[in-house]
């Protein structure tokens, strides 16, 4: 390998930003492919072929942090405090995907002095609509980033902006996004210095951008919509996807349709991502599925305690009695994330992928022995390999479309369903 652009071609590109940070020459820029996917693509006459690209890249290998914090269980890590609840301001519990717990920290942190920026994830409107890295420097820029966004975004490179400017940074980041801040932070001084906090998002897959132009088809072109994956508001926590139109127009799509497309939008690198629930953090956010008790009406939020640095802060966010949380058994968690199953899935796509000869990510022995077994990938595996390659060969993105939509007729056929009136709960005037 040369560049990042081979990363790209193996199917093992996690769409972090690390190498466009890393790269001083700004030789990399990332452009969205005909399957929805968000690649580095790499300027050959600007690219002095240096190799930080790589690196730095946590599709390929583990840098020397990722290897010396390795938690001895690396699929569910080291886990201090386990911790379920909601916010107490109004304004951020209302707005957020379930429990507002992420969103008060953060305006907390920011308050308090703790750090001064924060990097996040937004979802501006658009036609159509596409999620970006965000410094937030205040509650208002938190309040925009609120909702999990299950698209690829290249949050890293944000931090290039950040350079020389002494801030005290929290990343908010999903596991491959920490991953490879871990390997920046292996390469660069001031990134080591500047980062206060590592907050982790858990996460079971991103979908190409695709899906979001599949869930707002048909409606009128020109206008902009607003793109909610998941919204309690309706109808309750975990709420269903809303696309608001710029013409005052609301449609709410029925969660299950949403699930229904999630196998089809996958990129094939999440399918080799061990790190579910994000142990390089200090502390995780996450929905809290499978438990009991949960505020099934508005929602509520976990938190995943990892280190020191993590419950500390959080004490103090607790000690202003801004949220209102109570103890829960991590086990249980676990148990309600579906732990189990993820590794044993995770298991069987790694052996199709190394079955069809592919170049396995340089995981440390710890991982690479859970290979072992009797894990036996079948059909459905090798689909969900072969799925993603074949949409970035296809002519072009309407194309890719037209096949998610004949997708979805096969998966309503295959459940009985009837199609639209099942898909499309309700389009306001």
Known sequence: MKTVSDVRNEGL?????????????????FRESVGGFLFPYVAEGTCVGCGLCLEVCPGIGFGHR???????????????????????????????QSGGLLSTLLTQLLDGGHCTRALVVCMPDGNPPRAEAAVAE????????????????????????????GSRIAVVGLPCQLHGLNNLMDKCEW???????????????????????????????????GFDFKNKNCFNYPGN?????????????????????KDFFTPVRCRLCFD??????????????????????????????????????????????????????????????GMPKKVKEW?????????????????????????GGLSIPTVRHFSDIFRPLRLDKMDSQADVLLLAERWSRKMDRKKKHKGPIKKILRLTD
């Open 241 to 261: 996807l809303v696309v608001n139109c710029s013409d005052g127009r609301v449609r709410i799509v029925n969660e299950s349709e949403r699930m229904k497309m």
């Open 276 to 337: 579910k629930l994000n142990v390089y953090a200090d502390l995780v956010f996450g929905d809290p599925h499978g438990l009991k008790g949960i505020d099934r009406q508005r929602g509520e939020g976990l938190i995943i305690v990892r280190t020191q640095r993590g419950r500390d802060l959080l004490e103090e966010v607790e000690k202003l009695s801004l949220t209102q949380t109570r103890e829960v058994s991590f086990k249980k968690v676990s148990l309600g994330q």
């Open 138 to 165: 205040d509650t208002k820029t938190v309040l925009k980033a609120q909702k999990s966004k299950y698209v690829p975004v290249p949050t890293l490179s944000a931090l290039k902006a950040l350079a020389g400017k």
């Open 13 to 29: 590109c996690l769409s972090c930003g690390a190498c466009h940070f890393i790269c001083e020459n700004g030789a990399i820029v």
């Open 66 to 96: 990722l290897l010396q914090n390795l938690p001895e269980d690396p699929f569910l890590g080291e886990v201090l405090d386990c911790r379920v609840g909601k916010s107490k301001i109004e304004e951020l519990y209302r707005g957020a």
């Open 347 to 371: 298991n069987k796509h790694m052996r199709a992928w190394s079955l069809l000869g592919k170049r396995i990510p340089n995981y440390p022995d710890p991982l690479k022995s859970k290979l």
């Open 191 to 225: 990134l080591q210095k500047a980062v206060s906090l590592k907050i982790g998002l858990v996460c079971e897959r991103v979908q190409s951008n695709l899906v979001i132009d599949h869930f707002i088809r048909g409606l009128q072109e020109g206008a902009g919509y």
